[in-house]
């Protein structure tokens, strides 16, 4: 089946760092990713939709100064968070629409940030 | 906006039954699908309904009433590692998928 690697699994920051996500979607071309913040015994929060070759489309709320996406090609986007500060220690997931997939989504294995 | 309710926290017993309720709102909604996550874990995918009725997947099974705006997330014969959380979110059209808060479920001996 379809597959999104996610890159780091866990990333430890010193506060007023930039830190870079990846997701790569492997046999499948993801046109659009979705990216998402989900904090401790709390949901899948939806932060900002790529699509591959234009801005992204951040969800209210998200500055999208701070959390930048780049959606450059079809099988990778990037989610860089910068000047992190420790309330944005959080779990990051991406997700991929693939046509094979159940529903069209797919996601990859989260991205564990610790800021301190 | 777009809200889904399920409940917080559930407890049961290994070997039993447990149903987990989900309601959504309904403008322009496709699917209703059900994903697990272990904590420390990506959410994976359970099941998917976009017509009323059982879907049944091995000891999982989702049910849809759409007239009701209601499913459910049925697990039976529960084993100690079904202990995780358990998201119900929705399709509606063309969007990315909104994900109700979750329901923690928690197998006992």
């Known amino acids: 089946g379809a597959v999104v690697s996610q890159h780091p699994s866990r990333v430890i920051c010193k506060s007023g760092t930039s830190v870079k996500i990846e997701c790569r979607s492997l046999?499948?071309?993801?046109?659009?990713m979705f990216w998402y913040r989900q904090f401790p015994k709390q949901s899948l929060m939806l932060m900002a939709t790529s699509n591959e070759g234009s801005k992204a489309t951040y969800e209210q709320g998200v500055e999208k100064d701070k959390f930048l996406i780049n959606h450059a090609s079809l099988t990778l986007s990037t989610l860089t968070v910068t000047s992190a500060h420790p309330e944005d220690s959080s779990f990051y997931i991406c997700?991929?629409?693939?046509?094979?997939?159940?529903?069209?989504?797919?996601f990859g294995s989260g991205t564990r940030l610790t800021v301190v | 906006g777009q809200s889904l309710e399920q409940p917080s926290e559930v407890t049961a017993v290994e070997g039993a039954i447990v149903q987990i309720n989900c309601t959504y709102q309904t403008s322009g909604f496709y699917g209703l699908s059900w994903y697990q996550q272990h904590d420390g874990g990506a959410p994976t995918f359970l099941s998917y309904?976009?017509?009323?009725g059982l879907e049944e997947t091995g000891r999982f099974s989702s049910f849809l009433s759409r007239s009701d705006s209601y499913g459910y997330l049925l697990l039976q014969e529960l084993q100690m590692k079904d202990s995780a959380s358990y998201f119900c979110a929705v399709n509606y059209g063309n969007t990315p998928l909104v994900f109700g808060k979750g329901t923690r479920l928690s197998v006992i001996a």
């Open positions: 046999d499948f071309q993801a046109t659009t």
């Open positions: 997700s991929a629409r693939d046509k094979e997939a159940p529903l069209g989504y797919t």
């Open positions: 309904n976009a017509l009323d």
